[in-house]
């Protein structure tokens, strides 16, 4: 299958659906957890939807060309929130699962770290690949032949910052005069 690229419409569309897949299912839960960066925006507006508390991972586990090198996984010391108490019932969200090492690695982090706040979790993602060890308790799509994901943020991962500071300014120009 040729890599799959995403607008900014489609992963908004994505995220709304996945929200309408969980709320069909009446499964009640207390707590959002995204795995950062690539859930980060799947969790902030799962969390505004919902009006519930989010909790961010931080996770990294891609590097090389492009992002797209498998690597081991890095799984941040804490896990941050404002509350000053985590949720019985999680739900934890990333944008896709590739291989399944994230999420099959940071639930039982999770359940080391907060063993007597946790009462159940389930996950969340907008994509399922077939490749993947772990099967998603939610998800939008599953994708067979494993595409690559190419989501609207990615460009900014390759950003030359001395173009957009030229962009920039003309754009701030032509907006004083």
């Known amino acids: 299958m040729p ?8 992963y908004h569309q994505k995220i709304e ?3 309408v897949k969980i709320y069909q299912s009446n499964w009640q839960f207390d707590q959002i957890i995204c795995l950062a960066k690539g859930g980060l925006r799947v969790g902030d507006i799962l969390s505004r939807i919902y009006k519930l ?5 931080a996770t990294s586990s891609y590097t090389g060309e492009g992002k797209q090198t498998r690597g ?6 804490h896990l941050t929130m404002t509350s000053s108490n985590l ?5 934890l969200v990333d944008d ?3 291989s399944g090492v994230t999420i099959k690695q940071t639930i039982p982090w999770l359940n080391k770290n907060y063993s007597s706040q946790i009462q159940e979790i389930r996950t969340g993602v907008l994509w399922y690949k077939a490749c993947s060890e772990v099967v998603p308790d939610y998800y939008v799509d599953y994708l067979t032949d494993n ?6 943020f990615e460009q900014y991962e390759q950003i030359d910052l001395a173009e957009l500071t030229l962009k920039a300014g003309a ?3 032509k907006n004083i005069n």
Request: hydrophobic share 45%; charged share 10%.
């Open 3 to 10: 890599d799959l690229y995403v607008s900014w419409s489609e």
């Open 17 to 19: 659906q996945l929200a």
């Open 53 to 57: 508390p989010l909790g961010i991972l």
């Open 72 to 77: 081991s996984l890095t799984v941040a010391q």
């Open 87 to 91: 949720g019985s019932h999680i739900l």
């Open 96 to 98: 896709l699962v590739d």
């Open 147 to 152: 595409p690559w994901i190419h989501q609207p």
């Open 171 to 173: 754009s701030i120009s």
